[in-house]
T-cell receptor, first 114, second 109 residues
Framework: IAGITQAPTSQILAAGRRMTLRCTQD?????MYWYRQDLGLGLRLIHY???????GKGEVPDGYSVSRANTDDFPLTLASAVPSQTSVYFC?????????????FGPGTRLTVL | GQNIDQPTEMTATEGAIVQINCTYQ??????LFWYQQHAGEAPTFLSY??LDGLEEKGRFSSFLSRSKGYSYLLLKELQMKDSASYLC??????????WGAGTKLIIKP
């Protein structure tokens, strides 16, 4: 693989179900991020990780959890999905967190919660 | 609070020049980014400004005025493939990106 990948590409989920969105990068980037993108709104940060073993809450963390057991993987879990979590989810990574460190984005996961 | 404003939609003609403006209010400032996002795809990095002035990169240029909380992205010699959304994002004092809602640019032949 080259860059950052996400799985699944899309998913339809019943409300109340648990779901994990996967994200893997092979660039050895320290920092990783999860965003959601909704029509008419900017990308909103859900959770982030500045380095393996650490995580932090973003702007909209409620209903989501993350883990960062190693450098490459940063899964996002919805413990009990609700319709308001219908969105496009992007995972991103950057070499570090300061200054001119562009974020590289995965292709996204389109999630529909019914 | 933190806020990024940019126009929702703009239309321009192939071969012309277009300027997309962005104004921002953030807690602290560690740079401003522009990203391009084609429909159904991921955002991709275009430019980064942290000092006042113009940064030129091929057909694309980005300008920053920190005192005015203002930036613009200038696209020259527009091509049909430039039809996309352009996202403005500021890095705040915590080194988190605050994103605008994006400007959808429509290019007409």
């Amino acid at each position: 693989i080259a860059g950052i990948t996400q799985a699944p590409t899309s998913q339809i989920l019943a409300a109340g179900r648990r779901m994990t969105l996967r994200c893997t990068q092979d660039m050895r980037h320290n920092a990783m991020y999860w965003y959601r993108q909704d029509l008419g709104l900017g990308l909103r940060l859900i959770h982030y990780s500045n380095t393996a073993g650490t995580t932090g809450k973003g702007e909209v963390p409620d209903g989501y959890s993350v883990s960062r057991a190693n450098t490459d993987d940063f899964p996002l879990t919805l413990a009990s999905a609700v319709p308001s979590q219908t969105s496009v989810y992007f995972c991103a990574s950057s070499d570090s967190t300061g200054g001119h460190n562009e974020q590289f984005f995965g292709p996204g996961t389109r999630l529909t919660v019914l | 609070g933190q806020n990024i404003d940019q126009p929702t939609e703009m239309t321009a003609t192939e071969g012309a020049i277009v300027q997309i403006n962005c104004t921002y209010q953030t807690s602290g400032f560690n740079g401003l980014f522009w990203y391009q996002q084609h429909a159904g795809e991921a955002p991709t990095f275009l430019s980064y400004n942290v000092l006042d002035g113009l940064e030129e990169k091929g057909r694309f240029s980005s300008f920053l005025s920190r005192s005015k909380g203002y930036s613009y992205l200038l696209l020259k010699e527009l091509q049909m493939k430039d039809s996309a959304s352009y996202l403005c994002a500021c890095m705040d004092s915590n080194y988190q990106l605050i994103w605008g809602a994006g400007t959808k640019l429509i290019i007409k032949p």
